[in-house]
């Protein structure tokens, strides 16, 4: 009997602890494990929000809030009239983090942002392979190891980079978690050492928070970096406890097991909202989910056939029924919180009769056409198939008949950027640097063309614009470019815009300075708690 | 016996290798290239898309490529993940005595509820008792754990607070892992509470996982009870006037436990099995979450080398319950 009661005790006991974390110590309910901590391998959100973030600095940082490329470890930059030439002063005395397995005996030079970049676009890089299977997507992704042609240490706060063509985008580009600054002294050792894989499993960067620990698939645990040189984190301890189901989070939270969580169910967000000791933050996200016609394919080959069926999609029911609302429906192809969104745009108002008539006027009579819809729930596009489902009913309304398919992901990719795929498919982006380009010229671009220009659409005038656009290093007259390509996108319709999503973020009353990012970041550098 | 044991081992070979191509075979049937996620909406280019796929050796013909696998297997390489670059081996082991830790547990309270409850229903046989034990071991059984997962943690986690929602251990706790066995690392670690914390986070799962075990035992000791109960030794027992104790618990149980134990072996498949959705669901880190975040992520690697060493565990298990069996009754053996 006593022993039971002991064992009971020692049970309330746990559970008591197991909810109140000490109080300078902020638990993040992480939605997954990290693939790794080298950022540059890596694409995933997920990944950078538990390395680039807590652990390294870049270049440039985006400003907290904002898609907006600031001072980070590069104090000051000048950019070379014609464009091609970048030359960053760095911050002095920048330490980098002293570990349990790293001692530094350095500050931060040129050699380390040398080291981190053209590793990633020098095959001839020693640690270009440093990993079996490795790749550096994101580079590749971002065009650089054919955009730079030379990284040049100019002193040892000077690094000069020199480009193949003028860019205006690389300034975001550096401030992307892809681009963070690694040590060269700490990777120096571990090729000494023949232990080089280490650096993708115990980092050691500039950041604000220093690696103390991973458990696989479990918890990772971060401290205080006391020699940051920024300002200095408020909490002491960072622990990401991964929890893949949104419902078991929401359920810690509510328990008091976590301080903030990621990605909760659409559903659940109104009674996260009506939890007194929860508080919700929800921020436009820097994305899209769009209908891809194939425009090479008649009768979608013609503007007004696309622009009939956008007529005909009832964007306000697919908000409601696929996000509770937490979704604006869509006019461009870029986000209203992005620079250079036309507000000048108008919308194809949902208006069947107007949809009939024009499709009649086309001459298109009896149409039966197919709807992709993903299999997957990703943050533009929580489900496809309902929303595939909607656009057939309203379709079915002017007489088109649509028939849903769908294929397993990794499948669904594939074949949906197929020059001859039939009808459209549901598709999304989200956004990785706040740049326009990085959505117009990407998606849209005559080069995506069976690629991820879904809508195989290549309309040379508004080619011309975003490709003047991307060249082009004044904000101001970049910005007019944009906003008459995208009255062109609307014009043509290549794509039915249906939403962006609304990023939501719930977390603990006594959570204080956390900013949401446009980006779908999280960072918790200015993060308290209330004592 | 030395031949007995042979002859199983014998058996062993040709099996691991069929699961081998299995493995292999099957996860390539699937629609889905692991290239193309590696990327997800972000295209990447013909040229880079051959380049990846030439570094991990999936432009070769799909022979070469098992063979290479089998190769590795016999040298202790089960490759890397494509994701996480980490090796597989290391992986597994990591994650392993967690799920291991789970299965135990949640075995053991399958094994020390179900037989008592099979032994109840069946002396009581017809009896409110009976009917009540056997419709709740058939609420078991047919209980979607996912569901039943969810139920508990909103109850016991977020409503009444009793129990942690998820995790192995308070994260106040924290020690370098000895054994890998939680309850064991965090007595080693000498820290205050922390055993306690490793039992109370270890209870939700425990239970969700026992469940259908527990139903599957206790339905079959009722019926293996039922039968014993009606054979003549049984009635001479009781005729001699021995307690009834004594013949429920030594002479009819002892001889209801052989078909029981047998379905306690076979449950150690279906808890990896019912592992994979209780690890999801209270994000406890073992194999069973790990093989599922996998298969989303088409990791061919972790998947097949994860296949293998489930099917390599069981096998080992349903060798032990063969050479159990030849102990206890040597007619096995030939």
Known sequence: MKYRLTLAAALLSATFFAGAASAKTFVFCSEGSPEGFDPGLYTAGTTFDASAHPIYNRLLEFKPGTTQPVAALAQSWEISPDGTVYTFKLHPNVKFQTTEFFKPTRTLTADDVIFSIDRMINEKNAWNKYIAGGSWEYAEGMGFPKLIKSIEKVDDLTVKFTLNRAEAPFLADLAMPFASILSKEYADSLEKTGKKEQLNQMPVGTGPFTFVGYQQDAVIRFQKNVDYWGTAPKIDDLIFAITTDAAVRYQKLKAGECHLMPYPNAADVQSMKADKNLKVMDQEGLNIAYLAYNTTKAPFDKPEVRIALNKAINKKAIVDAVFQGMATPAVNPIPPTMWSYSKATKDDTYDLDAAKKMLADAGVKDLSMKVWAMPVSRPYMLNARRAAEIIQDDFAKIGVKVEIVSYEWAEYLKRSKDKDRDGAAIMGWTGDNGDPDNFLDTLLGCDAVGGNNRAQWCNKEFDDLVKKAKVTADQGERTKLYEQAQLIFKKDAPWATIDHSLAVVPMVKGVTGFTQSPLGDFTFESVDIAE | ?334
């Open chain 2, 1 to 334: 016996m030395f031949g007995f044991l042979l002859r199983r081992l014998a058996v062993l070979i040709p099996t691991f290798i069929g699961v081998s191509i299995i493995a292999f075979a099957f996860i390539r049937l699937l629609p889905g290239d692991p290239v193309e996620l590696l990327s997800g909406e972000r295209v990447m280019s013909p040229e880079r898309h051959a380049q990846i796929s030439h570094d991990l050796g999936m432009d070769r013909p799909i022979v070469i490529q098992y063979f290479d696998y089998l190769g590795g297997i016999v040298t202790g390489d089960f490759g890397s993940s494509i994701v996480s670059k980490t090796p597989i081996l290391k992986q597994f082991w990591a994650l392993f005595p967690a799920t291991v830790e789970l299965s135990f547990c949640a075995i053991v309270i399958a094994i020390a509820l179900g037989i008592p409850a099979g032994m109840i229903a069946a002396i009581k046989r017809g009896s409110i008792f009976d009917q009540g034990l056997m419709g709740i071991a058939l609420v078991g059984y047919s209980m979607p754990i996912f569901w039943w997962g969810l139920l508990l943690i909103i109850l016991f986690s977020g409503t009444l607070q009793w129990f942690p929602v998820s995790g192995r251990i308070s994260l106040m706790f924290f020690f370098k892992p000895v054994t890998g066995f939680m309850l064991i690392d965090s007595l080693l670690s000498g820290q205050k509470g922390a055993f306690a914390s490793a039992i109370s986070h270890l209870a939700l799962p425990s239970i969700v996982l026992a469940t259908i075990p527990l139903a599957v035992i206790a339905r079959q000791t009722r019926s293996a009870m039922l039968e014993v109960l009606s054979e003549d030794y049984v009635r001479t027992a009781r005729a001699k006037g021995l307690s009834p104790f004594r013949v429920v618990g030594i002479h009819a149980l002892r001889n209801a436990m052989i078909p029981v134990i047998t379905t306690i072996g076979l449950q150690i498949g279906v808890m990896l099995a019912g592992a994979i959705l209780t690890e999801t669901i209270f994000s406890w880190p073992g194999i069973g979450k790990w093989m599922v975040d996998s298969v989303f992520r088409r990791d061919y690697p972790v998947i097949q080398g994860g296949l293998l060493l489930i099917a390599a565990i069981i096998m080992f298990v349903n060798l032990v319950v063969d050479l159990l069996y030849g102990l206890i009754n040597p007619r096995i053996r030939h």
